[in-house]
């Protein structure tokens, strides 16, 4: 099992950026394709980025895309998540997670979850 770490929340004003960070344990994070989700209060945990990997293949919910830029560095076995141009329903619990079945964007479908960033965008 692997162990996700996620860092970078945090409170921004409306038409900011933040970078997302997930560390991973163990040395075969290069075998594996990750996300990132989020869960705002009182919603269920809902997908945001995918990233293969090789870190070749990206996928992103529709709410995000053109705003959020998901990638990788296997030497680091970290993940990213760039987010630029932030809005209010932005704000939410950030995780990454592993995958290992599909749906990609199905919480289901990954089977090791980091403990969350609270990233917060004010209006």
């Known amino acids: 099992q692997v162990q996700l770490v996620e860092s970078g929340g945090g409170l921004v004003q409306a038409g900011g950026s933040l970078r997302l960070s997930c560390a991973a344990s163990g040395r075969t994070f290069s075998n594996y394709n990750m996300a990132w989700f989020r869960q705002a209060p009182g919603k269920e945990r809902e997908f945001v980025a995918f990233v293969n990997r090789h870190g070749g293949s990206t996928n992103y919910a529709s709410s995000v895309k053109g705003r959020f830029t998901i990638s990788r560095d296997n030497a680091k076995n970290t993940v990213y998540l760039q987010m630029n141009s932030l809005k209010p329903e932005d704000t939410a619990v950030y995780f990454c997670?592993?995958?290992?079945?599909?749906?990609?964007?199905?919480?289901?479908?990954?089977?090791?979850w980091g403990q969350g960033t609270q990233v917060t965008v004010s209006s």
């Open positions: 997670a592993k995958q290992f079945l599909l749906p990609l964007s199905s919480p289901g479908s990954y089977d090791s």
